[in-house]
Each structure stands twice: as C-alpha cells, then as structure tokens.
C-alpha cells in the first residue's frame, strides 16, 4: 500500500493519525453498541454520550466560561456569515467589519442582507497583507457587534491579540475556521465563535458555535429554523439529525488535544513549525517570498511565491513527487500556500524546508 503523504491542504486537511487509527479500529463496532457510529440512532444513548463527551472536551479544551453555549452545527462557516446578522440584528441594525481577506469579505457581503454592515477598515489595497490596529479604527458605538475573521486562510493573516469592541453591547465575533483549538482563546471576549471544523479538529460538515448566551434569542422573524441559535441551543444541537459521526471525530480529536496537554502545548508545536518554515523564506536571499507583514503572519496557512515565478508548477510538481502535496496557493491569490494545522507534524516541515533549499540549490 501507498504511505501516506504530507497534506497541505487548507481545508478539509490532514488528521492526526492516532484519531485516524482509532476511528478504525471502531468504525465496523463502536464499543458495546453493536454496530458503526454512522448507523446509531442521534437520539440513542451511544451517539448521546458520544455527543456529551465531544462537548465536554472542548469546554475544557477551551476553558469556556460559564454562560455560553456550544453548538454543533451544519452548513459550514458560510452558513454562519448569515446567521450571525439574523440572530444579533434586525434588518435596521449597524455593524462593523473589519476585512482582512476573502473570508472577511465574504461574511461582510452577506450580512448586506439581513442588517446594515459598515466596512471599518479593508486591506484589499494592500492585497491583504495585513491587518489593523483596531484601537485606531473608528468603531460605530451603536453597532450590534464587530465582526474579525482571526485567520485568513487564503492570505495568511493572523490576529495575534484581539481587539476590544466598542459597541454597546461589548460583542466581537469572529470566524475561526482557521485558526480554531490553535491556541489558547479568552472566550469570555468574544459574543460569537463560529468555526468550520475541517482544518484544525475534524472533518467537513460539522460546524461549532461558541454564543453569549445573552445573545440568543434574539433572531429576526425571517430566520430559517435551521439558523436560529435559540431553537439549537434549547434541543442541545439535536433539533434535527445532526452530523454524527463528523462530531464523534471532532470528539476524538478534542480528547488527542487534551492528551497533548491542551491547548498551550499544541501553540508551542505550531509556533515552532511556523518559525521554522518562515525563517526558511525569510534566509533563502530572495529565492522565495511571503507577502505578509512579519508581526500578523499566521501560525496555520503560510503563503509565499518564488522570485522566479515561472518555476512554481515545477516547485509543486517536484514536491507532490516527494509526497508533499497541495502546495498550490488558493487560486485567486496564485503562488504557494502550506497549510499547517495542528496535525501536521514537524517532520512534514522539516521535510519540506529539506525540500525547498535542496529546490533552490537546484534553480538558484
Ligand atoms: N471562513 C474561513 C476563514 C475559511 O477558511 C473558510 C473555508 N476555507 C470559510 C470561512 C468557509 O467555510 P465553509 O467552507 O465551511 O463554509
């Protein structure tokens, strides 16, 4: 059989092996129940404790405060760029983005239909480079809330302290999706965390929701059911079926998380990982480039092109050959993007770093 290869890629993304492991050795019988995961009933004891135990370890895991909820959700982050204006506005409420990126940009545009966005501040010019002081920006004190992205997968900006709103209700939210079980959080900062699962904790189609809990219910008439964080949180993210066995994933790696020894350690491994693959760019001489200002670079997507950028098909050609693959920098952006969440392990960027001195040795 092939070995399996260094994974890149942004999202869905590489997993740790003990997860990947485990849920085989359970995916024919899960413990007592007699049967898979994927066949169990969501309402039956099994899935529940399953459910519980997943629920249980990112509390932990994330030390969430008391009076937030935690939802379990489907339609991914972009359904989450819609249901935020729907549960914390009506359609006359002001709110503030901040756009650091296409994400940013993509939650903005589409809570244009549901309340009245202002873009505070946009690095567009800048080709997203960058992110702003917030302290500095003009906040509407009336807005319902300031909306970050905390990491831009595709331009590779990360927030490294967040900023304080100013609104009256004192929300900030922020997508996650890329930056998510990272690092450390202060949840007690933020109103909403939306994040998709399928970078840092599991694969697609599971979605998790962190919500002040005075923030619920609180949804415009218009809201689909399916949107509405008071109906989720009243039937604890099993008002409908939810996406099992994508959750009982998410549960198996909150647990490999913790054994790691939270969420501290595993910040530690991604800044060395990342120091090591940007230290690599920043001493090739030119040879390869990272567009991001040095103090907001992200810790998890690392996007760099090559002075000679005629040689980057035969860059990643060269790289998928040594089994390091989706190298390829979003489309939209060109050039290269390494995607190292915390599955990753070092030897993948070590084998990398091997790989791109040895590249420019070559091409140089
Ligand atoms: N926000 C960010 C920061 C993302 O990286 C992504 C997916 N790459 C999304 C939102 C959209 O997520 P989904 O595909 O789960 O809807």
Same mark, same amino acid.
């Given at each position: ?63 969430? =405060? ?21 549960? /914390? ?37 800048? &080709? ?17 809330? #300031? ?55 599991? =694969? ?47 549960? /198996?790696?909150?647990?490999? #998380? ?9 910040? &530690? ?21 990272? =567009? ?18 005629? #040689? ?14 989706? /190298? ?16 990753? =392990? #070092? ?18």
């Amino acid at each position: 059989a092939q070995d399996r290869v260094f994974n890149f890629a942004a999202g869905p993304a590489t997993l740790p092996e003990t997860v990947l492991r485990r849920a085989q050795s359970e995916l024919y019988l899960y413990e007592e129940s007699g049967m898979s995961v994927m066949e169990m009933s969501h309402r039956g004891k099994d899935f529940m404790f399953i459910l519980e135990k997943a629920e249980e370890h990112l509390h932990t895991l994330l030390e969430i =405060p008391l009076g937030f909820s935690v939802l379990f959700l489907q339609g991914g982050a972009t359904t989450q760029f819609a249901a935020v204006p729907l549960n /914390l506005c009506t359609p006359d409420d002001p709110v503030d983005y901040v756009v650091t990126g296409s994400w940013s940009d993509k939650a903005f545009k589409e809570a244009q239909k549901y309340c009245k966005p202002s873009v505070i501040w946009s690095g567009k010019s800048g &080709k997203y480079t960058t992110i702003p002081d917030v302290r500095s920006l003009e906040q509407n004190p009336k807005a319902k809330y #300031l909306h970050i992205c905390a990491n831009e997968t595709i331009h590779g900006v990360e927030y490294k302290d967040y900023p304080s709103p100013e609104n009256r209700d004192g929300v900030l939210v922020a997508d996650m999706s890329s930056n998510f079980c990272s690092k450390p959080v202060d949840v007690s900062r933020f109103g909403v965390i939306y994040a998709g699962a399928q970078k840092n904790v599991g =694969p697609s189609g599971v979605t998790i929701v962190i919500v002040r809990d005075d923030l619920i219910g609180h949804a415009q008439g218009i809201t689909p059911v399916m949107l509405d964080y008071k109906i989720h949180v009243e039937n604890g993210s099993l008002y409908n079926t939810p996406p099992c066995y994508g959750i009982y994933m998410c549960g /198996l790696v909150f647990e490999e #998380l913790l054994e790691q020894g939270g969420l501290k350690e595993v910040e &530690k491994k991604n800044k060395k990982k990342a120091e090591i693959l940007y230290n690599a760019i920043d001493g090739s001489k030119g040879f390869y480039k990272c =567009p991001v200002e040095k103090d907001v670079r992200s810790l998890m997507n690392v996007p760099f092109t090559l002075e000679k950028s005629e #040689l980057e098909g035969e860059f990643i050609k060269e790289a998928e050959k040594e089994n390091m693959v989706q /190298l390829k920098g979003h489309r939209s952006v060109g050039g290269m993007r390494a995607s190292i969440y915390n599955a990753m =392990p #070092l030897a993948g960027i070590q084998k990398l770093v091997a790989f791109m001195e040895d590249f420019q040795a070559r091409h140089d």
